[in-house]
């Protein structure tokens, strides 16, 4: 089975529960969705989707966040802290410096943990609550564990988070903590912290939602819902082209099944979706490896190295769904150096917006771009930022300017700024 932006509406099979149902993406096998726990096909293990016997339409949509999507989602509503409804900030100076015709930044660093994983886990576990198990964990760079430990205590469940030790910023780590998690420091890479996870899981120990659980995507998908709706409601019409970071290429992914669900409803056209564009950091690029060698599979890096934490990833476990939606789309992946990732995080500091470097991948992706007239200078490009500056504050203490030292009397004061 191929993912594509067909105008085909799913048929509900015999074991879908109210019109929901898992289905693999490459053998095509259907499952009921809450009778047993299960993250990949069992046949031939291949990655799972939600499938919906009625996609809603736009005028379904009420209310405001993640669960203003509930016609989109498994359920009407979900463990949840007032996740979504992030800020599609107007950045004038970054526009017109990049040069497309319009730049918007959908910041979901402004999301309760400060990252774009709360809207994954408010689905998540409202799923792990359904299926009856009372232990969550992940693998993670850092975001995933402090969602997950936020919305794991706010459901009443045990979290379990294990971390690559000593590449993992303090923000992160505090809130898991603070939340109330376990958290296990593996002597290892953030692949390795997930093979374990995937074992744990594998043996009933706990409930995995990293994005390999097919849940997480459908409330991350609300990001691309909101952006097309901010879109519209601001320039009647739906950004040409979206960028983002890819670490495990779950947004990638989330994405692409939101779009291909509004053109099987009939509420896009196929010709109207925007062009998916993943960047990653040059020392963690297996996904643009992929793209650029025309490949059907990722080949996993072992070694990988970036100064942007959250997508230090060198084996993206979504990319059998993100790699055609990067390619149904007219998209493309380019990979950045850490110093234009760097340089990216200040030029958004410049318009007031604070995110931490994996986020600021995608304006450093945006630029290359441009610079090698791959994006042109007429498109509607939304840039997304997917975690708070907070999130790692060496790196912005790194990024930014120096505390100056200065007596402590307004003479002084006053002579120091006139040097």
């Known amino acids: 089975?191929?993912?594509?932006?067909?105008?085909?509406?799913?048929?509900?099979?015999d074991n879908a529960d109210d019109g929901v149902w898992l289905e693999c993406i490459d053998c095509g096998d259907t499952f009921a969705p809450f009778e047993d726990v299960r993250y990949t096909c069992d046949d031939c293990d291949g990655l799972l989707e939600v499938r919906y016997a009625d996609l809603p339409t736009f005028d379904d949509f009420e209310g405001q966040g993640v669960?203003?999507?509930?016609?989109?989602?498994?359920?009407?509503?979900?463990?949840s802290i007032q996740e979504g409804a992030t800020p599609l900030y107007e950045v004038p100076r970054l526009e017109d410096d990049i040069g497309v015709e319009t730049l918007r930044i959908k910041h979901e660093g402004m999301n309760p943990t400060g990252s774009f994983k709360d809207r994954g886990m408010t689905v998540g576990v409202r799923v792990a609550a359904e299926l009856g198990v009372d232990r969550l964990a992940c693998a993670s760079t850092g975001n995933t564990s402090a969602a997950l430990a936020a919305y794991g205590s706010r459901g009443g469940m045990e979290t379990l988070v294990l971390l690559p030790a000593?590449?993992?910023?303090?923000?992160?780590?505090?809130?898991?903590?603070?939340?109330g998690a376990r958290i296990l420091e593996v002597d290892g890479n953030f692949d390795a912290c997930l093979?374990?996870?995937q074992e744990l899981a594998a043996g009933g120990e706990a409930y995995l939602l990293n994005s390999l659980n097919p849940f997480r995507l459908e409330g991350q998908k609300t990001i691309g819902l909101e952006i097309l709706e901010g879109f519209l409601a601001d320039y009647d019409a739906v950004p040409d082209r979206i960028v983002l970071p890819?670490?495990?290429?779950?947004n990638t992914s989330a994405l692409y099944k939101a779009f291909r669900e509004l053109v099987q409803a009939g509420e896009l056209a196929e010709g109207d979706v925007p062009k998916l564009t993943g960047v990653q950091a040059e020392g963690a690029a297996p996904m643009v490896e992929a793209i650029e060698n025309g490949a059907d599979e990722v080949q996993r890096w072992d070694d990988v190295e970036t100064r942007a934490t959250a997508i230090r990833i060198g084996n993206p476990v979504n990319a059998p769904?993100?790699?055609?939606?990067?390619?149904?789309?007219?998209?493309?992946a380019v990979a950045?150096?850490?110093?234009?990732?760097?340089?990216?995080?200040?030029?958004?500091?410049?318009e007031g917006i604070g995110v931490e470097p994996a986020s600021a991948a995608s304006v450093a992706g945006l630029r290359k771009l441009r610079s090698e007239g791959i994006a042109d200078d007429d498109e509607r490009v939304a840039c997304l930022t997917t975690?708070?500056?907070?999130?790692?504050?060496?790196?912005?203490?790194?990024?930014?300017?120096?505390?100056?030292?200065?007596?402590?009397?307004?003479a002084g004061v006053l002579e120091h700024l006139q040097n």
Do not use: C
């Open 321 to 332: 769904k993100a790699l055609p939606g990067i390619r149904e789309t007219g998209g493309t």
């Open 387 to 410: 975690g708070h500056l907070l999130k790692d504050p060496d790196a912005a203490a790194a990024a930014g300017r120096e505390p100056e030292p200065v007596p402590a009397d307004t």
């Open 1 to 13: 089975m191929s993912l594509s932006l067909s105008t085909n509406q799913p048929r509900a099979p």
């Open 67 to 79: 669960w203003r999507y509930a016609a989109a989602l498994p359920f009407d509503a979900g463990v």
């Open 195 to 197: 093979d374990i996870v």
């Open 246 to 250: 890819v670490g495990n290429a779950g």
């Open 336 to 350: 950045v150096s850490d110093e234009a990732i760097t340089d990216a995080q200040r030029d958004l500091a410049g």
């Open 166 to 179: 000593g590449k993992v910023a303090a923000g992160k780590i505090a809130q898991a903590s603070l939340h």
